[in-house]
């Protein structure tokens, strides 16, 4: 009888889908509890549909750049928190930047992403300067991942020439945050989120899967967090524990729950770029980036970090390609690609949540 029940709340739950109403939080918690091979493959079905109609075949590549770990924060998940002392600390020169991103131009990619620890050696003239070289030297877009600053720094780099910025809340259980951030707190990380839209920067942000004390609840409330964000990226990847942390000995997120997310976060945001993300590769290396771009992903980030600094931005342990050198994960994601007959992107990638909106406002204003 409970069965039956269960049974029709799906179908109930898939017909909105189908009719793109929107889902509230109790249909997403009983899809994130689906545990049956064939309503998990309905699931992915119905999600790679959504990433069809609303972002489309081409998969985005987005070349990544690690330039420091040095970091003044001490998240309680990171590896490269300030109070790892057992890592050795390294900050890339700004010469050594400028041509990886000519490496990873040359390979293709017309998005750099510049990742870093909070590391205040890079003020923001450094960064605003480097942003500039790279706009002048390179034909791409420009991604900032480095953490929190102050709006005023912000709206420099945007000033510079950066495009985007991405900046993870974590968890949208604000309990959960403060716990996990000795040094940040919940309203903080969304005001920045705030300030970063308001400048005009295309924003990112997304939250781990599986972290110690997060429920389905959690995650049911973390996708509707994304759409009243109204983001146009959102990158969702499993906690991986690592042993230098405060969280040592917890266990690692699923690979399965990942997906749900993912699949889930295509149909409720439509138009975000959702990437495939390498603590997913590290988790399941054969095929977790490609299980992803099936089931609503559609960006990839090959790391064009130099080879003699990837291992040391750790940020989770046995993360995958630490080895290989910007060419051969060119090679070695293109093979991916490939083989799931799906063309990659030549364009910038820009945001389409933008894009609908403005051409929705031009209809709007044509028809006026
Ligand atoms: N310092 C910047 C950028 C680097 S950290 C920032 O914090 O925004 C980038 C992301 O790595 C974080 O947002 C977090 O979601 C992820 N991350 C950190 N430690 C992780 C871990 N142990 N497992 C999985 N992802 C992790
Ligand atoms: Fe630093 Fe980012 Fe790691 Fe936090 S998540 S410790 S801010 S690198």
Redesign the pocket.
Known sequence: MLLRQEDSLLKHIFYKIDYEQDLGKEDLVCLLAVENREDLARLYNVADRVRQKYVGEEIHLRGLIEFSNY?R?N?N???IRRGNRKIKRYRMTVEEILDTVSVAEELGYRTVVL????DMYFTVDKLAELTRRIKRQADVAVTL???ERSREEYERLHEAGADRF???F?TSNRELYDRLHPDSNYDERMKILAWLKEIGYQVGS???IGLPGQTIEDLALDILKFKELDLDMV?V??????EE?PLAGHANGTVEMTFKVIALTRIVTRYAHIPATT?LATLRPADGREEALQLGANVVMPNVTPAKYRALYE??PSKVCVREEAAQCRDCMGGRILSLGRPISQDYGHSFRKMAQESKENLIFTKC
């Open positions: 970091c924060k998240c998940y990171c590896g990742q870093s620890g909070e991942s480095i953490g991405l900046l993870r974590e997304g939250v781990m990158g990847g499993p906690y991986i524990c690592h942390t603590a940020l989770y």
